[in-house]
């Protein structure tokens, strides 16, 4: 079936860099955009960055621009967010999904479990 | 940018319906069909229920629908059940020199 599961998470100190990885199956993987998306404790959800089906497109949220990366490897079928210089704020359960139609950025429509990431000193 | 505004809570009895909305501005809600709608129960996974402003993906009860008007997009939610009782999100596609995603605060419904 259609799955996508995050990995990566942990507790970071701030200034310090991660890496998640989002690994995907049952679709055909190079036709979709993924994004990813973030959750703080107790709050709602915020955007936080997407790419393009190829990878030939990427964008950012403000709040992350500049300091996190998202990239794909479509013979892996896999997509990874390198998050530096990481911040008190930019704790929370993070998300990556796929958009409900091929080649579309639309509507988010297979969902990963989700992996926590918590800077802190 | 601001989340778009939502309400921060709704009830409704089973059987009613219920609109929640979704007010954003000429540069987003307003300027471009790609409004989507998130059904998330504490504890789980968001839940795609409706993008494009009023498709439904497979699996969707037609008891959700969705409109727009002007800079504001809505989620009706007909003959409201117990299971329906979760926090709902929308989200618009910004454009206008940027190429981003904003989601509301989040609407937290409950069925009395």
């Known amino acids: 079936q259609v799955q996508l599961v995050e990995s990566g998470g942990g507790v970071v100190q701030p200034g310090m860099s991660l890496t998640l990885s989002c690994a995907t199956s049952g679709f055909t993987f190079n036709e979709y955009a993924i994004h990813w998306v973030r959750q703080a404790p107790g709050k709602g959800l915020e955007w936080v960055t997407v790419i393009s089906y190829d990878g030939s497109e990427k964008y950012y949220a403000d709040s992350v621009k500049g300091r996190f990366t998202i990239s794909r490897d479509n013979l892996k079928k896999t997509v990874s967010l390198q998050m530096n210089s990481l911040r008190p704020d930019d704790t929370a359960l993070y998300y990556c999904?796929?958009?409900?139609?091929?080649?579309?950025?639309?509507?988010?429509?297979?969902w990963g479990q989700g992996t926590l990431v918590t800077v802190s000193s | 940018q601001s989340a778009l505004t939502q309400p921060r809570s709704l009830s409704g009895s089973p059987g009613q319906s219920v609109t929640i909305s979704c007010t954003g501005t000429s540069s987003d809600v307003g300027n471009y069909n790609f409004v989507s709608w998130y059904q998330q129960i504490p504890g789980k996974v968001p839940k795609l229920i409706l993008y494009d402003v009023i498709k439904r993906p497979s699996g969707v009860p037609d008891r959700f629908s969705g409109s727009k008007s002007g800079n504001t997009a809505s989620l009706t939610i007909s003959g409201l059940q117990a299971e329906d009782e979760a926090d709902y999100y929308c989200?618009?596609?910004?454009?206008?020199?940027?190429?981003?995603?904003?989601f509301g605060g989040g609407t937290k419904l409950t069925v009395l």
């Open positions: 999904a796929r958009v409900v139609r091929t080649f579309g950025y639309d509507g988010l429509d297979i």
């Open positions: 989200c618009s596609y910004v454009g206008k020199n940027t190429f981003n995603w904003m």
